[in-house]
């Protein structure tokens, strides 16, 4: 027993002796790491600029605040270049400063930007700088050490970085363009490098995000364990083109995919061509599926954007496509940039909803628009479309075929339609131009907007062949529709509060009219409150939305944040999830989901309404700003703001940036200044304003 004992007992000492070994002797390569790299990491300080940079998320209202505290950059050139994070220039500062360890504060000046990976190259008078030694990409491994290093607020160079100690988590993230690590990583430490055990340099820490773009994006990961580094081996391979003072960025095609919610099941196969892209350029045509980039397979647009991920403006790759089951090979294809912002281009009228006729019942005709010009009245039907010259107009399914239609095409694109009078029953043919989608609303949206027939199939469509099902066989067709039946009895209606979702164990809210009807299509409103006001304004928004949901068919909803006090951008995708599982029981207009809040919450609605695009296609905001930089607009995935701003509000200048940004994008903006107003909500007019705007929001 006592033999037992003393075995056990020596056998835990020498363990306990091991893990003492192996703790003292990662702390001295981590030191010794540490003093090898620390010649190559510089002190970054700025002085001027604005006070806010618009944030990558939403957590602390519509923006970040400038720091005070220095930041990282790293040696790239013995002749005074310095690569660091964009992220400590969002503010545009007028003055930057650069310490080199053993050497005088120099002032620095901007060389160029690397817009795909967030990096910037800096420029300051010396020579004969301490280069860093790379770690080869081709050797990260997952689960190595690494340590994430920086400058602090000690103002003596001389003493060691910061550290942070951590993994290798992942390779390839961002499509494909950076090392993630675990170590903690925030704006102390961005721009400075993240390093092997051996003091060799892994990458340069910079914020990103997979969705969000800017110099910003990402920050709201900050010391969360989910950290990122741009390889430095890819770096050095771009400094001398950054070196000749022009910005560079990420390498497109110039194409939207059909099912741009499908990452990962579905084969890339274009819905829209960009103007003036590469793809345009090379002939590339709604239809095609993208089946080799470079010889590499592409299945999904999940591998698709990691193969491009990584390319630049200027770069070629080798292209394969399928067209009417033919392949085609395009070699050489020269990756442009970000596309021109074009407006989307508008018919002018507003479709009727719910209707199982064939074509386009026109509910409102826009004034001083081509369809006005040309004729078309309410009640008119559109049952054929196309290109002035060209193939034989064709058949007009319903509202959505012909709003993709229209959106594929060219603002000044000369059009024909062919048209079923309502009075008179004769048809005729009207020649259009297209012009840019308007932002003028109607005093007044002539009403019933709904034939309330959404549920009765389509006419003329043919059915699809079913199998005899066996004798005593319930046929198969029947039980997803059982199924359905049995969500529509428990689809709850009126004001609920508390409710969970037991998927991703987030609280929400919603109010469902009282009167709702399974064969009318319903809008959603997405409410995301307000900082501390998580489920708590339940009531106050059903009494002011309650009837307008009940009289243009509208579901309200309000999704609570995790904490129920302020958002952070990271619970997106679980909001996501619980919207759409929220939502199933009901008829859901997916043309008129629009995301509304006011402060944080209104913050976080632009952040969703460029990070949710599968799902959301409007977005009203109070008081908020907007996180980032805009995204592009896409024509399969059509967005339209709303922004509202009192004029005592201290954030109303930023807001007005907002405006301007979305402006330069296309896209259509409503900006309305309240007068004798700071924070508070809407008034009366501008509710009802909004009203019109949300009945608006699926015109073509």
């Known amino acids: 027993m006592n033999r037992s004992f003393a075995l056990v007992s020596i056998f835990a000492l020498a363990t306990l002796v091991s893990a003492q070994d192996v703790n003292d002797a990662y702390e001295k390569a981590a030191k010794e790491a540490s003093a090898t790299a620390a010649p190559w990491i510089t002190k970054i300080e700025t002085a ?6 618009g944030g990558g998320g939403p957590k602390g209202g519509g923006g970040i605040r400038k720091g005070t505290g220095p930041t990282s950059g790293l040696v790239v050139d013995k002749g005074g270049y310095i690569i660091t994070s964009s992220f400590n220039f969002a503010n545009n500062p007028t003055d930057i400063f650069v310490t080199v360890p053993g050497k005088d504060r120099k002032v620095a000046k901007v060389v160029a930007k690397d817009t795909s990976r967030s990096l910037t190259l800096l420029k300051i008078d010396a020579t004969d700088l301490a280069m860093p030694v790379g770690f080869p990409k081709k050797d990260v491994l997952v689960g190595q050490m690494s340590l994430a290093l920086g400058r602090g607020n000690d103002l003596d160079t001389a003493k060691p970085p910061t550290i942070s100690t951590g993994i290798v988590s992942a390779v390839g993230r961002i499509w494909g363009k950076a090392i993630q690590t675990d170590a903690k990583v925030s704006p102390v430490n961005y721009g400075g490098p993240l390093v092997a055990l051996d003091g060799r340099v892994l990458g340069v820490l910079v914020p990103l995000s997979p969705n969000a773009d800017g ?42 995919p059909k099912q741009p919610e499908e990452m990962y099941n579905v084969r890339v196969v274009v819905a829209t061509v960009a103007p003036q892209s590469a793809a345009e350029k090379i002939g590339l045509k709604a239809g095609d599926t993208i089946t080799k980039v470079d010889g590499k397979i592409i299945d999904n647009f999940s591998e698709l954007m990691h193969t491009l991920g990584p390319k630049y403006q200027g770069d070629t790759i080798n292209l394969a496509i399928e067209r009417d089951g033919k392949e085609m090979a395009f070699d050489k294809v020269t990756l442009g940039g970000t596309a021109p912002s074009v407006s989307l281009a508008f018919l002018g009228i507003l479709p009727m909803r719910d209707d199982p006729e064939p074509g386009v019942e026109v509910r409102y005709v826009y004034p001083n628009t081509p369809a006005e010009k040309a004729g078309l009245k309410a009640g008119d039907r559109i049952v054929k479309f196309g290109p002035a010259a060209g193939p034989p107009l064709a058949a007009v399914a319903g509202p959505a075929q012909l709003a993709n239609s229209v959106r594929a095409m060219q603002v000044g694109a000369d059009v024909k339609v062919e048209v079923k009078r309502a009075v008179g029953d004769k048809t005729e043919t009207l020649a259009f131009k297209l012009v840019p989608l308007s932002e003028e609303l109607p005093e007044k949206l002539p009403m019933p907007s709904s034939k309330g027939k959404a549920l009765e199939p389509k006419k003329g469509a043919k059915e699809p062949k079913k199998d005899e099902p066996k004798k005593d066989e ?37 109010y469902v009219p009282d009167n709702y009807d399974k064969n009318k299509s319903y809008g959603v409103i997405v409410w995301f409150h307000n900082t501390g006001k998580g489920g708590k304004d339940s009531k106050d928004m059903k009494k002011i939305w309650e009837e307008y949901c009940d009289s243009a068919n509208f579901i309200l909803i309000g999704p609570q944040s995790k904490t129920g006090n302020e958002w952070v951008a990271t619970e997106l995708e679980g909001v996501v999830q619980t919207i759409n599982q929220a939502l199933q029981p009901y008829t859901v207009d997916r043309s008129r989901i629009v995301v509304h809040g006011m402060g944080n919450g209104g913050s976080m609605a632009l952040y969703a309404v460029f990070n949710a695009r599968e799902l959301v296609r409007g977005c009203c ?45 296309k896209f259509p903006t409503i900006f309305k200044e309240l007068k004798e107003f700071g924070k508070e909500y809407l008034d009366q007019p501008t509710l009802q304003n909004i009203c019109i705007w949300l009945d608006s929001l699926d015109r073509i």
């Open 48 to 53: 001027g600029g604005r006070e806010m940079a």
């Open 215 to 256: 110099d910003t994006a990402g920050v709201e990961w900050y010391d969360s364990g989910i950290g990122f580094a741009i390889p430095l081996e890819d770096i050095l391979a771009v400094i001398p083109r950054l070196k000749e003072g022009k910005d560079i960025g990420r390498g497109m095609l110039g194409f939207t």
């Open 474 to 510: 319930p046929k198969k067709d029947d039980e997803p529709k059982k199924e359905k039946e049995k969500e529509e009895e428990k689809a709850p209606k009126g004001l609920l509060v508390d409710q969970t979702n037991e998927a991703t164990g987030r609280n929400y809210w919603m």
């Open 621 to 665: 905001v109070s008081g908020a700003v907007l996180p980032g930089n805009a995204k592009d607009n896409l024509p399969n995935q059509p967005l339209a703001f709303y922004l509202v701003a009192g004029d005592k509000d201290p954030l109303l200048k930023e807001i007005k940036e907002t405006n301007e940004k979305l402006k330069a994008k």
